[in-house]
C-alpha cells in the first residue's frame, strides 16, 4: 500500500472578503501574507504536487491541515476544486484533517466550516465511536486515525489541543479489535514534539502532547503524520512495546533555498501482509520544470 502525504497547502484567496471580515484575527494573517507569505507559498506548487501524486498511483492521500490562510469560504472552494478534480481520487482515498488556519477565527471554528466543506474525507468506520473526531479509516493493512488539534487562539498564537473529550475517544479508538489488528496511522496537524522552550510551546506547541503519548505507549509500530513545521521531519516516539515513526511533511505550496522545506510532499509504503512500513520517503518541487525528485527527510 502506498499512501502519499501532503500539508500546509495555505491556499489564499480574499475576493469576495469584505473589509469588516479582515477586522479581526485575520488582520495580523492578512499582514504576515501581504509581507511575507505571499513571496513565498505559490498555488502552483500545490497543482504540480497533485499532478505528481496522481502520476504515481497512490492508494491514499492524507492531508495534515492548514489547507487555507484564513479560513474564509472562497478559500474553502479553492481547496475542495483542488481535492475534487486534481487528486483524480474518490473520497474513500482522501482523509483530511484541520489546522489552526482551517478554524482561524471562533466563527469558523463554531460554525465548522472545516467539516461542512470536507465531511466525505472524514467519514469513519467505526460509527460507534462519535465524531467527527477521532474518525476511523481502515484500509488494508492500516487504520487511518483522524485528529483535531486545530482549536481557535489568539492573535500571533498557532498552538494546537487534542482536548480531554477526543483523548477519551482516541483511547476507545486504539483499544478497539479493527485498529489493533491493523497499523495505526494517526493524522494531525500539529506534531506531539515540542519545542524546547515553554514559551514557544506556548505560542505554537501541541498543549496535551504528553497526555497523547501516554495513550500511544502501548502501539507496537505505526505513524504518526503531521504538518505545521513547514519542514522535513522524522522523529521517533518510542513506545512499550516498539516505537512510532512521526513524520512531518512541508508546506506544498512553500517555496524555500533549503531541501528541508522545499515544497514537495512524503510517500509511505506499508507492506500489505504484515502491516510492516516498508519505506518513508519525500519528494522535493523543482519549482523552475515543476518536476520532484527524491530527498532524504532530516531526523528531528
Known amino acids: 500500500m502506498k499512501i502519499a502525504h501532503l500539508s500546509d497547502l495555505h491556499l489564499l484567496s480574499l475576493e469576495g472578503a469584505v473589509p469588516m471580515r479582515l477586522f479581526n484575527k485575520r488582520m495580523t494573517g492578512y499582514m504576515n501574507l501581504r509581507f511575507h507569505r505571499k513571496s513565498v507559498h505559490k498555488p502552483f506548487a500545490v497543482?504540480?504536487?497533485?499532478?505528481?501524486?496522481?502520476?504515481?498511483?497512490?492508494?491514499?492521500?492524507?492531508?495534515?491541515?492548514?489547507?487555507?490562510?484564513?479560513?474564509?469560504?472562497?478559500?474553502?472552494?479553492?481547496?475542495?476544486?483542488?481535492?475534487?478534480?486534481?487528486?483524480?481520487?474518490?473520497?474513500?482515498?482522501?482523509?483530511?484533517?484541520?489546522?489552526?488556519?482551517?478554524?482561524?477565527?471562533?466563527?469558523?471554528?463554531?460554525?465548522?466550516?472545516?467539516?461542512?466543506?470536507?465531511?466525505?474525507?472524514?467519514?469513519?468506520?467505526?460509527?460507534?465511536?462519535?465524531?467527527?473526531?477521532?474518525?476511523?479509516?481502515?484500509?488494508?493493512?492500516?487504520?487511518?486515525?483522524?485528529?483535531?488539534?486545530?482549536?481557535?487562539?489568539?492573535?500571533?498564537?498557532?498552538?494546537?489541543?487534542?482536548r480531554p473529550k477526543q483523548l477519551g475517544a482516541l483511547s476507545r479508538v486504539l483499544s478497539h479489535p479493527e485498529v489493533r489488528s491493523r497499523t495505526p496511522i494517526l493524522l494531525q496537524h500539529h506534531p506531539w514534539h515540542n519545542p524546547p522552550r515553554l514559551a514557544k510551546t506556548l505560542l505554537e506547541g501541541l498543549y496535551d502532547a504528553k497526555e497523547e503519548a501516554a495513550l500511544l505507549d502501548g502501539v507496537e509500530r505505526g505513524l504518526l503524520l503531521h504538518g505545521h513545521l513547514h519542514r522535513r521531519i522524522h522523529r521517533t516516539l518510542p513506545t512499550a512495546r516498539g516505537h512510532i515513526d512521526a513524520v512531518g511533511a512541508t508546506s506544498a505550496s512553500l517555496l524555500h533555498e533549503s531541501d528541508e522545506r522545499m515544497a514537495g510532499f512524503n510517500l509511505y509504503e506499508i507492506d500489505d501482509a504484515s502491516g510492516a512500513i516498508r519505506a518513508i520517503t519525500s519528494c522535493k518541487l523543482d519549482p523552475v520544470t515543476k518536476t520532484f525528485s527524491e530527498v532524504p527527510i532530516p531526523k528531528g
Open 47 to 162: 497543482e504540480a504536487a497533485a499532478a505528481e501524486i496522481r502520476k504515481l498511483g497512490v492508494d491514499h492521500v492524507v492531508i495534515t491541515g492548514d489547507v487555507t490562510n484564513l479560513a474564509l469560504e472562497v478559500e474553502f472552494e479553492l481547496v475542495k476544486k483542488l481535492v475534487e478534480e486534481d487528486l483524480g481520487l474518490t473520497p474513500d482515498q482522501i482523509s483530511m484533517v484541520p489546522g489552526n488556519h482551517d478554524t482561524y477565527t471562533r466563527g469558523s471554528f463554531r460554525g465548522k466550516r472545516f467539516f461542512r466543506y470536507f465531511e466525505p474525507y472524514l467519514a469513519t468506520d467505526l460509527p460507534e465511536i462519535p465524531g467527527p473526531f477521532p474518525f476511523v479509516r481502515l484500509r488494508g493493512p492500516v487504520a487511518l486515525i483522524g485528529l483535531s488539534t486545530a482549536v481557535p487562539r489568539l492573535p500571533l498564537v498557532a498552538a494546537g489541543a487534542l
